[in-house]
């Protein structure tokens, strides 16, 4: 079933299957987009790796590594999607 839209403004009639179009990435944008996350992932889990010899900075540490596994797997799902 294809129900029409019609513009208030123009008139112009559309069905919802030409409103809805998917928005897709460019490989640029994906490869930049993953290249960053995956940069930042790294670095935390890096940051995590020092702050971690530090005495009584092991909850820091074990946050960064969090956030250094979820930047990573933000990348690899932009990589993908």
């Not at 208030?8 to 990435?25: C, I, N």
């Not at 640029?28 to 993953?34: E, N, R, V, Y």
Request: aromatic fraction near 6%.
């Amino acid at each position: 079933m294809i129900n029409k839209i019609t513009n208030t403004l123009s008139g112009e009639e559309k069905t919802t299957q030409e409103s809805e179009r998917v928005y897709k990435d460019c490989l640029p944008c994906k490869l930049t987009g993953a290249l960053a996350f995956g940069g930042l992932g790294t670095y935390a889990l890096r940051e995590a790796t020092v702050v971690n010899k530090l005495p009584g900075r092991q909850k820091t540490a074990v946050g960064l590594g969090v956030a250094g596994v979820a930047f990573i797997s933000a990348g690899l799902y932009r990589l993908t999607m």
